[in-house]
């Protein structure tokens, strides 16, 4: 049973570029969420998809979207890139239902540098 | 959503039980107690949850208080390898549970 998958694992980019992450979630899972975690601090959530839709924001600007395709992967894209863009971006999955429990499963993350 | 406190770092030696505390003094009555860990550089790995009951898996158990204000998880027999951040999170489901993380706990785990 194949876990949470990122790619890529490492990317340089400079400031004001484009970059697009992604992620493939666990196995049965339907939803997708990110979180930024810069050096030395705890994740911080961006925000969530499900059934292709943004269902939950963090404080995050405009400059960061995202992306579910109907196979639930999801892709992190963030615009004009700045220093303080560099990370390590964590995707998570879970499973939405009647359940009152959503236990999220963490990706490897993407390391990005942004020069 | 609730906040948590737990301290910065903590020591265990290999092989004894590592007791992590956390306080949640403002959960509400639907805000379940998540601990999650991670070792440096990798993603959050998932450890255990729970609403009131004391919980246990295979990796961890957790102790809730009665009045839910503060929580232990405790690892019966650390290793090396659980030297990790650990992280005691409240979350709530509604449509859509977000994770908020504090700073965690570093635990070192020394021979």
């Known amino acids: 049973d194949a876990g949470v998958t990122q790619s890529p694992t490492h990317l340089i980019k400079t400031r004001g570029q484009q970059v697009t992450l992604r992620c493939s979630p666990k196995?049965?899972?339907?939803?997708v969420s990110w979180y930024q975690q810069a050096l030395g601090q705890g994740p911080q959530f961006i925000f969530q998809y499900y059934e292709e839709e943004e269902r939950q924001r963090g404080n995050f600007p405009d400059r960061f979207s995202g992306h579910q395709f109907p196979n639930y992967s999801s892709e992190l894209n963030v615009n004009a890139l700045l220093l303080g863009d560099s990370a390590l971006y964590l995707c998570?999955?879970?499973?939405?239902?009647?359940?009152?429990?959503?236990?999220?499963?963490f990706g490897p993350g993407t390391r990005l540098l942004v020069l | 959503d609730a906040k948590t406190t737990q301290p910065p770092s903590m020591d265990c030696a290999e092989g004894r039980a590592a007791n992590l505390p956390c306080n949640h003094s403002t959960i509400s009555g639907n805000e379940y107690v998540y601990w999650y860990r991670q070792i440096h550089s990798q993603g959050p790995q998932y450890i255990i949850h729970g609403l009131k009951n004391n919980e246990t898996n295979e990796m961890a158990s957790l102790i809730i208080t009665e009045d839910r204000k503060s929580s232990t998880l405790i690892l019966p027999h650390a290793t090396l390898r659980d030297t990790a951040v650990y992280y005691c999170?409240?979350?709530?489901?509604?449509?859509?549970?977000?994770?908020?993380f504090g700073q965690g706990t570093e635990l070192s785990v020394k021979p």
């Open positions: 999170i409240v979350m709530i489901y509604n449509q859509g549970g977000k994770l908020i």
């Open positions: 196995s049965g899972h339907d939803t």
């Open positions: 998570a999955s879970s499973l939405s239902g009647d359940t009152s429990q959503e236990t999220q499963y």
